[in-house]
């Protein structure tokens, strides 16, 4: 079976008619669109060609984010009188894929800001590979409305990428919020949309000097970030170790260049850490979702960066490992438990959720995001 030719099928096939992507349609948990992982799906999809279905999403996007953009001034104005805000006052996470907030599970942490800063990020990049810059003028309200939110909230704790810690800031999501700062300043040098009234580069340098600060450790970057407390400064928590998502602070969020030392030893930790020899990506040495497992977008992640390194056999290494996990009907999963870190706790999730996510739209999307990665530098 062609994996890449199914990959892009099985992603359309599961784009709904109002452009969202199902996170995954075997997986009743996951019967939502995340804006993290629809993203880098519309991401994938822009490398593959497909513009027209990344450009159907980033328009869901900006509807949904309009529909709800009224939560802006309310955030703003609660945080001015020093009011708190709950749950479900900011910008959720997810939502089901006509582009309504999920009623269904109150207990879910909604609040996750990573989501919305990959979203410029991606749109910026949709607009540079298809050069439809007629959509920007279409999405200025949400973007704009997308840049408030993150200019106010980038401080404030929430979810990690993995929807865990609410009590820290995370370095994975503070990357997404600079890349977005970023991508949307270019678009604005280059006239592509008006200015915000926000002085992106200079917010993108505070967070990029942020995590300088205190986002780092013996050499390398930590994940997670303890906010400021009365009066204490932010501070690195070294025991939370490296997480696999911190490939994000070079590739493709660019806040460190390739070749910056700590990028290089944050990575090595990641290898020795969290790559398995002959095998794939764990997300973080203490993970026990479903007794945690090697992720497939993690391993194409890797493979990312190591393409940009000028790697190129281990990032085949990867590929290979990658198809070889592929169901009968050509599916990837969201994880793969042959080795898992924790097996004690892979049959607790099973009888809660039922098997692992299957087909993850996302794993399908990063594994192409590789696939073309390599073939653009090897057309070089
Ligand atoms: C992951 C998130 C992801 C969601 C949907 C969760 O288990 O932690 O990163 O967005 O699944 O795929």
């Given at each position: 079976m062609d994996c890449y030719r199914r990959s892009i099928e099985v992603i359309l096939q599961n784009q709904h008619s109002s452009g969202s992507y199902v996170?995954?349609?075997?997986f009743p948990t996951y019967h939502y669109c995340w804006l993290r992982d629809g993203s880098f799906i519309a991401h994938a999809m822009d490398r593959a060609g497909e513009f027209t279905s990344a450009e159907a999403f980033y328009r869901w996007v900006g509807r949904t984010i309009q529909k709800y953009g009224d939560k802006v001034e309310d955030i703003r104005q609660r945080l001015d009188s020093g009011l708190p805000f709950g749950k479900d006052d900011v910008l959720h996470t997810r939502y089901t894929l006509d582009g309504e907030e999920v009623t269904?599970?109150?207990?879910?942490?909604?609040?996750?800001?990573d989501g919305y800063g990959t979203w410029l990020w991606a749109l910026a990049e949709h607009v540079r590979f298809?050069?439809?810059?007629?959509l920007l003028k279409d999405l200025i309200e949400p973007i704009r409305i997308t840049l408030q939110y993150l200019d106010l909230v980038w401080q404030l704790p929430n979810y990690d990428c993995w929807e865990e810690h609410p009590e820290y800031l995370h370095l994975y999501s503070l990357t997404t919020v600079f890349a977005g700062f970023n991508s949307i300043a270019c678009l604005q040098e280059k006239g592509l949309i008006p200015e915000s009234g926000i002085p992106l580069r200079k917010k993108a340098e505070q967070i990029k000097e942020f995590l300088l600060k205190y986002a780092v450790f013996d050499g390398k970057m930590v994940k997670h970030i303890w906010p400021a407390r009365n009066a204490k400064p932010p501070q690195p928590i070294p025991q939370s170790g490296v997480d696999a998502s911190l490939i994000g602070i070079a590739v493709p969020y660019r806040v460190l260049t390739l070749d910056d030392p700590l990028v290089k030893k944050t990575i090595q930790t990641i290898e020795s850490d969290l790559l398995r020899p002959g095998g794939g990506v764990y997300r973080y040495k203490a993970d026990v979702y479903y007794g945690g497992g090697e992720w497939i977008l993690l391993t194409a992640w890797l493979g990312w960066y190591y393409v940009q390194i000028g790697k190129i056999d281990e990032a085949k290494k990867l590929i290979a490992w990658i198809e070889s996990q592929a169901s009968g009907e050509g599916f990837l999963p969201?994880?793969?438990?042959?080795?898992?870190?924790?097996?004690?706790?892979y049959e607790p999730w099973l009888r809660k959720w039922g098997p692992v996510a299957s087909p993850l739209l996302w794993s399908h999307a990063m594994y192409i995001i590789l696939i073309n990665e390599i073939k653009q530098t090897q057309a070089k």
């Open positions: 996170a995954s349609p075997n269904v599970d109150s207990a879910w942490g909604n609040f996750q800001i298809s050069g439809n810059a007629v969201e994880q793969v438990n042959s080795h898992t870190l924790s097996p004690e706790h």
